[in-house]
């Protein structure tokens, strides 16, 4: 069974669209995260939900609106793509800041 | 901000031979960790060191901590081209609130092991 997992894997849209990625983990984590993997691969995070309650939101537009409907899971809903959103989204879980798991990422590309 | 800086951003060794890259960072951490990423793949988190260790071994991998100098390394000794991957350092602040939990991402070193 995957411990994190996250959907779609690719994901090609227009500019303008509203897109959804969906990540779900089986570990019992009471805390998830979105981090965003740019083209220098450089990974920041976006969204931090504790139990589902939101605790990090960085510096991200407000199209960018992460849901949490319970503990397992955390998903991403981003209006009006644009160009520079394209990149590689992770999921990842942890408990007590310490056992980190990351969903093998979705790669975003808008056209 | 970012927090890791990592050095060196590349390295090309030959099968064998030691691979050694170094992480700085900025703030109080209660842990720090490493991660490997192959090419068009997820993270994998390889070891993770708290702020009141030195150093931790796990097989072929050595990570050491010195908190004074806010600098951690990782040795990966007799390396394989298996081990070709970018490699991450990551710290988790002591702080708690808006920053509980919170995993800061280095540059990341890209590492080719030569067969």
């Known amino acids: 069974d995957t411990a994190v997992s996250q959907t779609p894997k690719y994901l090609v849209t227009q500019m303008g669209n509203d897109k959804s990625i969906k990540c779900e983990q089986n570990l019992g984590h009471d805390t998830m995260y979105w981090y965003k993997q740019d083209s220098k691969k450089f990974l920041k995070i976006m969204f931090s939900?504790?139990?589902?309650?939101?605790?990090i939101n960085e510096t991200v537009p407000n199209r960018f609106s992460p849901k949490s409907p319970d503990k397992a899971h955390l998903n991403l809903h981003i209006n009006s793509l644009e160009l520079g959103d394209s990149a590689v989204y992770f999921c990842?879980?942890?408990?007590?800041?310490?056992?980190?798991?990351f969903g093998s990422g979705t790669r975003l590309t808008v056209v | 901000s970012q927090q890791g800086e990592e050095d060196p951003q590349a390295l090309s060794i030959q099968e064998g031979e030691n691979a050694t890259m170094n992480c700085s960072y900025k703030t109080s951490i209660n842990n720090l960790q490493w991660y490997r990423q192959n090419s068009g793949r997820g993270l994998v988190h390889l070891i993770l060191i708290r702020s009141n260790e030195r150093e931790k071994h796990s097989g072929r991998l050595r990570v050491t901590l010195d908190t004074s100098k806010k600098s951690s390394s990782l040795l990966i000794t007799a390396s394989r081209a298996a081990d070709t991957a970018s490699y991450f350092c990551a710290t988790v602040p002591n702080a708690g609130g808006t920053s509980y939990g919170k995993l800061t991402f280095g540059q990341g070193t890209i590492l080719t092991v030569h067969p």
């Open positions: 990842a879980s942890s408990q007590d800041r310490i056992g980190y798991t």
């Open positions: 939900y504790n139990n589902k309650e939101l605790i």
